[in-house]
Nanobody, 129 residues
Framework: QVQLVESGGGLVQAGGSLRLSCVAS????????VGWFRQAPGKEREFVAA??????????RDSVKGRFTISRDNAKNTVTVYLQMNSLNPDDTAVYYC????????????????????WGQGTQVTVSS
Protein backbone atom coordinates (compact mmCIF):
# COMPACT_ATOMS: atom_id res chain seq x y z
CA GLN A 1 0.00 0.00 0.00
CA VAL A 2 1.04 3.57 -0.71
CA GLN A 3 -0.53 6.49 1.10
CA LEU A 4 -0.61 9.92 -0.53
CA VAL A 5 -1.53 13.17 1.17
CA GLU A 6 -1.68 16.43 -0.79
CA SER A 7 -1.51 19.95 0.59
CA GLY A 8 -0.75 23.48 -0.52
CA GLY A 9 -3.86 24.38 -2.47
CA GLY A 10 -5.69 27.65 -2.02
CA LEU A 11 -6.98 30.82 -3.62
CA VAL A 12 -4.57 32.94 -5.64
CA GLN A 13 -4.88 35.77 -8.12
CA ALA A 14 -3.98 35.32 -11.76
CA GLY A 15 -0.23 35.55 -12.21
CA GLY A 16 0.42 34.23 -8.75
CA SER A 17 2.13 31.05 -7.54
CA LEU A 18 1.38 28.05 -5.38
CA ARG A 19 3.40 25.01 -4.39
CA LEU A 20 1.58 21.74 -3.92
CA SER A 21 3.07 18.95 -1.84
CA CYS A 22 2.33 15.25 -1.93
CA VAL A 23 3.70 13.17 0.93
CA ALA A 24 4.00 9.53 -0.05
CA SER A 25 4.41 6.86 2.60
CA UNK A 26 4.14 3.11 2.81
CA UNK A 27 5.63 0.81 0.24
CA UNK A 28 6.81 3.71 -1.88
CA UNK A 29 9.81 1.76 -3.17
CA UNK A 30 7.37 -0.24 -5.27
CA UNK A 31 6.20 2.87 -7.12
CA UNK A 32 7.53 3.55 -10.58
CA UNK A 33 6.27 7.10 -10.95
CA VAL A 34 4.27 9.83 -9.27
CA GLY A 35 1.97 12.08 -11.20
CA TRP A 36 -0.19 15.14 -10.67
CA PHE A 37 -3.62 15.25 -12.24
CA ARG A 38 -6.38 17.84 -12.01
CA GLN A 39 -10.11 17.94 -12.45
CA ALA A 40 -12.17 21.06 -13.00
CA PRO A 41 -15.96 21.12 -12.43
CA GLY A 42 -17.77 19.43 -15.28
CA LYS A 43 -14.56 18.27 -16.91
CA GLU A 44 -12.64 15.03 -17.05
CA ARG A 45 -9.56 14.44 -14.95
CA GLU A 46 -6.46 15.44 -16.91
CA PHE A 47 -2.75 14.83 -16.63
CA VAL A 48 -0.56 17.70 -15.41
CA ALA A 49 2.94 16.37 -14.70
CA ALA A 50 4.75 13.19 -13.71
CA UNK A 51 8.18 12.14 -12.51
CA UNK A 52 9.80 8.72 -12.46
CA UNK A 53 10.56 7.50 -8.95
CA UNK A 54 14.23 7.65 -9.84
CA UNK A 55 13.81 11.25 -10.94
CA UNK A 56 15.36 10.40 -14.28
CA UNK A 57 12.42 11.46 -16.42
CA UNK A 58 9.80 14.19 -16.12
CA UNK A 59 6.73 14.85 -18.26
CA UNK A 60 4.39 17.85 -18.47
CA ARG A 61 1.20 18.61 -20.30
CA ASP A 62 1.84 21.25 -22.92
CA SER A 63 -0.24 23.99 -21.29
CA VAL A 64 1.87 23.98 -18.11
CA LYS A 65 5.34 23.68 -19.63
CA GLY A 66 7.50 26.58 -18.52
CA ARG A 67 5.11 27.44 -15.67
CA PHE A 68 4.94 24.29 -13.54
CA THR A 69 7.84 22.29 -12.10
CA ILE A 70 7.58 18.83 -10.57
CA SER A 71 10.28 17.62 -8.20
CA ARG A 72 10.76 15.10 -5.43
CA ASP A 73 12.59 14.97 -2.13
CA ASN A 74 13.51 11.68 -0.46
CA ALA A 75 13.54 11.47 3.29
CA LYS A 76 14.12 8.56 5.65
CA ASN A 77 10.64 7.05 5.59
CA THR A 78 8.69 9.28 3.27
CA VAL A 79 9.00 10.87 -0.14
CA THR A 80 7.55 14.27 -0.95
CA VAL A 81 6.67 15.23 -4.50
CA TYR A 82 6.19 18.93 -5.20
CA LEU A 83 4.39 20.80 -7.93
CA GLN A 84 5.56 24.39 -8.13
CA MET A 85 2.99 26.37 -10.09
CA ASN A 86 3.86 29.82 -11.39
CA SER A 87 2.04 32.29 -13.63
CA LEU A 88 -1.27 30.74 -12.70
CA ASN A 89 -4.36 31.60 -14.70
CA PRO A 90 -8.06 30.87 -14.18
CA ASP A 91 -7.84 27.84 -16.48
CA ASP A 92 -5.64 26.20 -13.84
CA THR A 93 -8.53 26.17 -11.37
CA ALA A 94 -9.25 22.57 -10.38
CA VAL A 95 -8.86 19.95 -7.72
CA TYR A 96 -5.31 18.66 -7.98
CA TYR A 97 -4.59 15.00 -7.23
CA CYS A 98 -1.34 13.21 -6.59
CA UNK A 99 -1.11 9.62 -7.85
CA UNK A 100 1.45 6.82 -7.65
CA UNK A 101 1.86 4.11 -10.25
CA UNK A 102 3.29 0.64 -9.64
CA UNK A 103 3.56 -0.56 -13.20
CA UNK A 104 5.90 0.51 -15.99
CA UNK A 105 5.66 4.14 -17.02
CA UNK A 106 6.85 5.26 -20.42
CA UNK A 107 6.22 7.89 -23.02
CA UNK A 108 3.01 6.13 -24.08
CA UNK A 109 1.48 5.72 -20.63
CA UNK A 110 2.64 8.48 -18.30
CA UNK A 111 -0.44 10.63 -18.96
CA UNK A 112 -3.05 7.90 -18.44
CA UNK A 113 -4.91 8.03 -15.14
CA UNK A 114 -5.48 4.27 -15.41
CA UNK A 115 -1.72 3.79 -15.16
CA UNK A 116 -1.73 5.02 -11.55
CA UNK A 117 -2.80 2.77 -8.70
CA UNK A 118 -2.96 5.01 -5.64
CA TRP A 119 -4.52 8.45 -5.33
CA GLY A 120 -4.58 11.20 -2.75
CA GLN A 121 -7.71 13.00 -1.60
CA GLY A 122 -7.03 16.09 -3.71
CA THR A 123 -6.40 19.74 -2.94
CA GLN A 124 -8.38 22.66 -4.37
CA VAL A 125 -6.61 25.32 -6.42
CA THR A 126 -8.64 28.40 -7.33
CA VAL A 127 -7.21 31.15 -9.51
CA SER A 128 -9.17 34.39 -9.64
CA SER A 129 -9.01 36.76 -12.61
Amino acid sequence: QVQLVESGGGLVQAGGSLRLSCVASGRTFRSSAVGWFRQAPGKEREFVAAIRWSGSTIWYRDSVKGRFTISRDNAKNTVTVYLQMNSLNPDDTAVYYCAAGLGPVNTNTYYLATNYDYWGQGTQVTVSS
